[in-house]
Structures are given as structure tokens and as C-alpha cells.
């Protein structure tokens, strides 16, 4: 493709942004946007356990290095795509193909993008519901003298009852639902400037907390000396594996915020701020969680039960553990908010724009549709516990097909299509790196770094090696 054809792609591109569709009202709110999306349920609950599963510090460091050699070069991808097709992800795709002479089946990247991220919804919420069902736990004080098996009694209880599992988790769906409903700049971004300013705000005073117990410094050595005799292959990995599920890729929801980024926003700055902010909370929630957790002598690899089990413990032991542990998980329930407008926002958008459906229309039938397989999610708890999905429960199957088979197949194909079906001069362009030296290295990356990475990501998820 000729820089002339080029050229004219870009004014197509410019015609396609105003058709109709709304655009971030800033580049900050555009930063909070996707910072949101990215920061989730697995930055402040998975993260600090798989750190202490494999040893801290070192774990951080690769960790860091694959968020540089995977998450940003992809997020840049993502947002590249999104802006340049001015559609949802499927749309996008389509668009960019086409400017690239490639085959229109290229979309169905997209397609699986939309998808994945609604399944990924479907049982993110029950998850957001047990948020919201232990902050007025938190707040009442009934925390106070548990011990580990009271605790775990506890949790078992909120997940044998499928009524409350459902009510909570459709509390969730209804916020979200009502959010995005009011589109773009009424519904995103008046929600997303009120929750990420709280939630950091919640988890700076959550540190401020930790440093108070006397182990905070014991936190801080536990989460930045690397102790590499301590990181096994199975560890490097699964830093890997979460530096790519960490940024939301391959969901579709960096695609659909991509696509309504104003013109002139600079890609790769803004990817790098949401990477930086991303892993930021990442960081410190393990200083707010490890400091209680060295305090009260609990162990800080304690799996996914660290956050609903372990953590209650200490809040009940601890001086004002009320006040401190409603507020944990009143930032968890933010967290997973700003992820679950952002999970259910391409789906929203494929069915305006493919099917000319209205916003309300489409936020009531996506809405209908994800309620009805989180249900399945909810039993599986409960009474589907026997009922199977890839030899699995139902929550754990759909797990499985999402965050193995689906998310690394869609971050795979997204790296080779930008890499070796877009030509080099479009993808500069598109970024708005042409006189740029670094375009080289993310050229580097995203041809052979990224994808290479994923592919061993997959290979392992399958068991293979």
C-alpha cells in the first residue's frame, strides 16, 4: 500500500470517528477509562497471592518485564485498531483489514473478542458479588473473633446459597447495565471519574493503614528483594500469563475504549500510563494486604483464599479492623465495577452498530443474556456442583475456555494480524510514530517478542509442557 493510499486511509478513518459515535471527552478521562478496565478483581486479589506463592520480589521483576514485552506492545495494538476502525471490535478489525487489502475473515478476531469478553462477564459478576457481600459484613463487625476455620465456614456459607450469590451478583449487573446505558460521556465517564479517584484514594488510605502495624517494611522486602532461588519455571509463567490478563487484553474492552479515543491522543504515552498505573495497584495492594497479613501471623501464599478467608481474620483482630476491612472491599466493589462496564461495553457497541439496535435496546438484551449465564455460574456452587463444562464445574469450565483457550488465542491472532498483515507504514501511522525511533522496537515486539511469548503462554495453559 502506497503512503498516498495511506493517506487517505487516515481521512477515511477521520470520517469514520464522527459517524455517529461518541468520543472521550479528554485524554485523562480516556487514561481512567482504560485504567479502569485494566484494573479489576486480579490486581488487588490475585496478584498478592501469586507473588507470595512464588517468593515476591523476584516474582515482581519478571513480572515487570513481561508486562514491557507483552502487555504494552499489545495494549498498543488494541488501542491502535480501536481508534483507527471507529467501530467495536469486530467492526474495527474489519475496517483495518480493509484498508490493508486483507481478507475481511480477519474480523472474526474481533468476534471472538466481543465474546470472550461477555462470558468473562458472566461469572466476573458473581465474583463482584461476594465483594458486595462482605463490605456490610466488613462495616457490622462481623469479622471479630474469627479464626481460620470460622472463616472459611463463612465463605462456604455465602457460596452454598444460590439466592444470595444471585442477588449480589445481580446487583452488580444492574449497576453496570445502568451505567453504560447512558452512553460514552453521561454514563463512562461521569462513573469512571467518581470510581478510580475513590478507589486509589481507598488504597492509599489502606497503605497508610499498613504502615502503622509494625511490618510494613517486612511487606516491602517480601515484595521487592528478589529471592530468585525461590521462582520456579511454573512461577515465570504465571507472571506471564497474569501481565497479559492483567491490561484486559483480547476482551475486546481496549479495542471498544480505543475506538472512541479523540484524535491526536498519543497511543503509546497513554498505554504507557495505563501500564504504570495498572501495575501500581498491583504493588500496592500488596503493601496494604501483606503488612495484616505478617501482623496477625498469617501466610502470605495462601491462594485465592487470602482475600475472603484469610483476610477477615485479620481484620477481626486488628484496631479499627471494621472501619478498614469495609473499606477493602468496598475498593474491591469498585475495582470490579470499572472492569464489568468495561467487559460488557463491546457487546453493547457490536449490537448497536452490526444490527443498528439502540443503546437502551442493546444494554437490555446483553444485559438479559449475560444475567441468564451467570445463573449457571452461581449453581455451579451449589446445586450444579456435579454439572460439567470441559470436565469442570460450570464457573471453572467457563473460566478455563476464556482465560486458556480464548484470551491468548485473541491476543495471538491481534499480535500477527497487526505485526504481518498490516503493513509497517499504516501501523507508524496509525500510531503516530513515523518519525519515531521506538517504532522499530514495538515493530520488533509485536512481530516476534509478543507473539512468541503468548504461544508459549498457551502451549503451557494446555498442559503441554
Known amino acids: ?52 506463592q512464588n517468593g515476591g520480589g523476584a516474582f515482581v521483576l519478571v513480572y515487570l518485564a513481561c508486562i514491557l514485552a507483552i502487555g504494552i506492545p499489545l495494549l498498543m495494538a488494541e488501542f491502535m485498531i480501536g481508534r483507527r476502525g471507529r467501530a467495536n471490535p469486530e467492526g474495527a478489525i474489519a475496517a483495518v483489514a480493509r484498508e490493508a487489502g486483507a481478507s475481511r475473515h480477519w474480523r472474526r478476531i474481533g468476534s471472538m473478542a466481543v465474546l470472550t469478553g461477555f462470558l468473562i462477564l458472566s461469572f466476573y459478576a458473581v465474583i463482584a458479588g461476594w465483594t458486595l457481600a462482605y463490605a456490610p459484613a466488613a462495616f457490622s463487625g462481623s469479622f471479630a473473633g474469627l479464626d481460620g476455620k ?21 446487583l452488580v449487573l444492574a449497576v453496570t447495565l445502568g451505567i453504560v446505558a ?12 467518581f470510581m478510580m479517584p ?12 499498613a504502615a502503622t502495624t509494625g511490618y510494613f517494611m517486612q511487606a516491602v522486602e517480601f515484595l521487592f528483594a528478589p529471592d530468585f532461588s525461590k521462582l520456579t519455571g511454573q512461577g515465570v509463567l504465571m507472571a506471564l500469563g497474569h501481565a497479559f490478563f492483567t491490561l484486559s487484553l483480547a476482551s475486546g474492552a481496549m479495542m471498544a475504549y480505543g475506538s472512541y ?28 494486604i501483606f503488612p495484616l497479613v505478617f501482623a496477625n501471623g498469617l501466610e ?38 470499572t472492569s464489568t462496564i468495561s467487559l460488557i461495553e463491546p457487546a453493547i457497541a457490536w449490537l448497536g452498530e452490526r444490527f443498528g439496535m439502540g443503546r437502551v ?3 437490555l438484551l446483553s444485559g438479559a443474556a449475560v444475567w441468564l449465564l451467570s445463573i449457571g455460574s452461581v449453581l455451579s456452587f451449589n446445586a450444579w456442583s456435579e454439572v460439567t463444562l470441559l470436565g469442570k464445574t460450570f464457573f471453572d469450565g467457563l473460566d478455563f475456555l476464556t482465560s486458556n483457550l480464548m484470551m491468548p488465542l485473541g491476543g495471538l491472532f491481534t499480535v500477527l494480524f497487526t505485526g504481518w ?45
Do not use: C
Not at 478513518?13 to 481512567?32: E, I, K
Not at 470460622?150 to 445481580?170: K, N, T, V
Not at 497511543?267 to 500496592?284: E, F, G, H, Q, Y
Open 1 to 52: 500500500m502506497s503512503h498516498e493510499s495511506i493517506a487517505a486511509g487516515a481521512i477515511a478513518g477521520s470520517t469514520r470517528s464522527t459517524a455517529g459515535r461518541g468520543l472521550w471527552s479528554s485524554r485523562w478521562v480516556f487514561f481512567l477509562a482504560a485504567t479502569g478496565s485494566a484494573v479489576g478483581l486480579g490486581n488487588i486479589w490475585k496478584f498478592p497471592y501469586i507473588t507470595g
Open 150 to 170: 470460622s472463616s472459611g465456614a463463612l465463605f462456604d456459607a455465602l457460596l452454598a446459597d444460590p439466592w444470595q450469590l444471585a442477588g449480589y451478583g445481580s
Open 182 to 193: 447512558l452512553g460514552v460521556r453521561d454514563g463512562l465517564e461521569r462513573a469512571l471519574r
Open 421 to 465: 498483515v498490516m503493513q509497517r507504514a499504516l501501523a507508524a501511522q496509525a500510531l503516530g510514530l513515523e518519525q519515531s525511533g521506538g517504532f522499530g522496537l514495538w515493530w520488533l515486539a509485536i512481530r516476534w517478542i509478543t507473539p512468541l511469548a503468548i504461544a508459549l503462554m498457551f502451549l503451557h495453559s494446555l498442559g503441554l509442557f
Open 261 to 288: 479515543l479523540p484524535a491526536g491522543t498519543s497511543i503509546v504515552r497513554t498505554s504507557l500510563m495505563v501500564a504504570l498505573a495498572d501495575t501500581a495497584v498491583a504493588l500496592l495492594a500488596g503493601l496494604a
Open 300 to 337: 502470605p501464599g495462601a491462594g485465592p483464599g487470602l482475600i475472603f478467608v484469610t483476610l477477615p481474620i485479620a481484620f477481626g483482630q486488628m484496631p479499627l479492623g471494621a472501619l478498614v476491612g469495609g473499606l477493602f472491599f468496598v475498593m474491591l466493589a469498585l475495582a470490579a465495577l
Open 198 to 209: 475513590g478507589l486509589f484514594l481507598i488504597l492509599l488510605v489502606m497503605v497508610g493503614y
Open 361 to 363: 435496546k442493546a444494554v
